[in-house]
């Protein structure tokens, strides 16, 4: 808890939910919509998604490109925009959220992109970069030293003074995970963390995620195209197609007994004896 929110008096006795045992992410309803000013057509990128994340669950949303992943969790985490459908964020509805009050929950929702290169600042050695967020939140982050971070995922402490190119891509997204959990995140949305590392060391990124669920109880939204990687990884799983959630479960049912055509489409894509290897 940031030392803001922990001001907050509690909710207890007033009938009111108490946001810390609140389920990190509900998402009713949600419609995002682009607005082509050149054409003045509308495009449903979102159209009526729901889903509940509770605390320390770990949910994927798969679906083709374009399918609306990225703008569902972009809008879900008020990092983008929203047309319709509501959102609680950590316990806290989105649409009655100051700005003041969103920057304050920022921190417990960290997102881990595809691109670990892109998502560093090239100027800044890994040390330099952990300094700017520790000086950002320095409550917050005082939990543990940069070497024990770097430890935490699995990288050795000498990597401290490389800057991003001196990185391959599997150290630099195991950075771009130190750097989230600095923040000791409830909530870690990874949108495709592997699909831009080198397969072979895909495994070991999925298994780091798995064991930061583990052992810090945050708990984990991951997009992906790969259904391989999101059993692996996620108890449930929502199939996206078209903005839509064509079917929602735990992963044990949506992969076993799909009961929607495009799910079955996307299961029968998939190298099979790859998936059914990783049970
Ligand atoms: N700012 C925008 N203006 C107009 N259309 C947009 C905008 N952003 C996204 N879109 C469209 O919304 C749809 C959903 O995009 P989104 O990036 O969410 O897909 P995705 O499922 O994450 O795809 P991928 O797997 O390729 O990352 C796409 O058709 C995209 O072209
Ligand atoms: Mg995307």
């Known amino acids: 808890m940031s030392e803001t929110l922990e001001e907050v008096p509690a909710d207890e006795g007033r009938g009111l939910p108490d946001p810390e045992n609140a389920p990190v992410l509900v998402v009713d309803g949600l419609v995002v919509e682009h607005h082509n000013r050149t054409t003045g057509e509308v495009f449903r990128a979102v159209d009526g998604v729901s889903l509940r994340i509770g605390a320390g669950e770990s949910a994927a949303v798969v ?8 703008t569902l969790a972009m809008a879900a985490t008020g990092l983008g925009p929203r047309s319709g459908g509501d959102i609680e964020l950590l316990g806290h509805s989105l649409a009655s ?26 100027r800044q050695s ?12 320095r409550k917050r982050t005082s939990w543990i030293d940069d070497a024990g971070l770097l430890e935490s ?17 599997g150290q630099a997204q195991r950075v771009c995970i130190a750097r989230a959990l600095l923040m000791r995140p ?20 999925l298994g780091l995620l798995r064991e930061v669920r583990e052992t810090t109880g945050a708990a984990l939204l991951m997009i ?14 929502h199939v996206m197609r078209h903005g839509r959630v064509v079917e929602g479960g735990p992963c044990e049912t949506v992969f076993t007994r799909p009961a929607d055509d495009y799910t079955r489409e996307l299961l029968a894509a998939m190298p099979g004896a790859r998936w059914r290897a990783r049970r």
């Open 63 to 70: 679906g083709e490109s374009g399918s609306g992943k990225t």
């Open 97 to 122: 959220l100051s700005r003041r009050r969103l920057r304050e929950l920022r921190p417990e929702v960290q997102i881990v992109f595809q691109d670990p290169h892109g998502s560093l600042d090239s």
């Open 126 to 137: 890994v040390r330099s970069g952990l300094r700017e967020l520790r000086g950002l939140q």
């Open 153 to 169: 995922v699995r990288l050795s402490p000498d990597l401290l003074d490389r800057y991003p190119h001196q990185l391959s891509g």
């Open 186 to 205: 409830r909530l870690i949305v990874a949108d495709e963390p592997t699909s831009g590392l080198d397969v072979s060391v895909q495994a070991d990124v």
């Open 224 to 237: 992906s195209h790969d259904l391989a990687v999101v059993r692996s990884v996620c108890e449930t799983v």
